[in-house]
């Protein structure tokens, strides 16, 4: 017996459906791999002499900057930005110079994938740097992380506390301390100096991981709460679609549960053609038996 036309159809649709569920899969898996070869830079002016600055940031051996910072000024930090795992260059030059005339400075960064990294302007104008920060993304179970950088020269040398949790003892300008853990809190950030103690209200949820950035301000000193990761393991924090900075690109949704409706229904619709089929077959057989 030969199967009629519209069931051919259906098994050769279905068939079809097949493939593209293997199709899907590999697109999934590329992307997945895609995504797992991500990092994350930000960028930081913190020289509170030095004027406003252009930065630049190259991807090795690429001499057409990937992203432009322009009249970055003091006490300005970027969102992270996701950048694909390698190696980068990062240049500073005056505010308005031609992109093409020699950095004032620059510093590489060798970005891995699943890390985050910060490169900041730090120290006096007459010994400005840029360093290099790998900054932590993970927590101990129901704690939060935290670190200072010093960048106030009206204090030279700060101490800082959050709800009496000595973060950074004797932190001098310029200087950055190693993340602290703490239980998760609202406290106050107390800084003690030789120029005056100055206090804020910060709140470090449970698997977060904060920088915080001592600065001068108008009346003394202030400062400044940096969400680096709001969870645990997870992707830094950062504004979504705002030019220089954003989130993590995410593994588009997979279609394959949508696939799988479609090949059900068709296999369903071959077996009611086959029942259909097989009806008239059997009326005859049986008329005939009568």
Request: no cysteine; glycine share 10%; proline share 6%.
């Amino acid at each position: 017996m030969k199967f009629p036309r519209f069931i051919g159809r259906l098994v050769m649709l279905a068939m079809a459906a097949l493939l593209l569920i293997g199709a899907t899969a590999a697109v999934s898996a590329s992307a997945a791999v895609s995504a797992a070869g991500t990092g994350w830079i930000r960028l930081a002016h913190l020289s509170p002499n030095t004027p406003a600055v252009d930065v630049y940031l190259y991807s090795f051996g690429d001499t057409t900057a990937q992203l432009v910072l322009h009249h970055v000024a003091y006490g300005t930090v970027s969102p992270y930005e996701p950048v694909s795992a390698g190696i980068y260059t990062v240049a500073m030059r005056a505010a308005g110079a031609s992109p093409t005339s020699a950095p004032v400075l620059s510093a590489s960064v060798n970005v891995t994938a699943g890390n985050a990294y910060t490169v900041a302007g730090l120290g006096p104008e007459s010994g400005l740097r840029l360093q290099v920060l790998h900054d932590d993304l993970t927590t101990p179970p129901g704690k939060a992380l935290v670190r200072v950088i010093q960048a106030s020269l009206k204090q030279h040398v700060v101490t800082v506390s959050y709800g009496g949790q000595v973060l950074a003892d004797s932190l001098a300008f310029g200087s950055v301390s190693s993340y602290q853990t703490v239980s998760p809190a609202t406290a106050d950030v107390h800084i003690t100096g030789n120029g005056g103690d100055a206090s804020s209200s910060v709140t470090l949820a449970a698997g977060s991981v904060h920088t915080l950035v001592v600065l001068d301000g108008t009346n003394g000193v202030t400062i400044d709460n940096l969400l680096d990761a709001a969870g645990s393991g997870a992707m830094p924090a950062g504004a979504a679609a705002t030019g220089f900075g954003g989130t993590a690109p995410r593994v588009p949704s997979s279609p394959l549960p949508w696939v799988a409706v479609i090949l059900a229904g068709m296999m369903l619709a071959a077996a009611g053609g086959l029942r259909l089929l097989h009806q008239p077959r059997r009326a005859y057989q049986a008329r005939h038996q009568a």
